[in-house]
């Protein structure tokens, strides 16, 4: 069961980057509402990608 929350982790992961930078480049989910908020889910979205990335390693 961990391995799989952290796999479900970088999923998230991934689609928290997703649409926050498709909404940093084309404005559209979100029509751009800030800029700052697009670039603090992006970093929030790698450090969990990482943080996901780095458990599934320590479980093998």
Do not use: H
């Not at 404005?27 to 908020?37: D, K, Q, V, Y």
Request: aromatic fraction near 8%; charge should be neutral; charged fraction near 10%.
């Amino acid at each position: 069961m961990p391995k799989v929350m952290t796999i479900v982790g970088l999923v998230v992961s991934g689609l928290i980057a997703l649409v926050f930078l498709v909404d940093l480049a084309l404005g559209l989910p979100f029509n751009r509402a800030s800029t700052t908020m697009d670039i603090s889910f992006l970093i929030c979205a790698v450090l969990l990608a990482y943080m996901s990335w780095t458990t599934m390693k320590e479980q093998v």
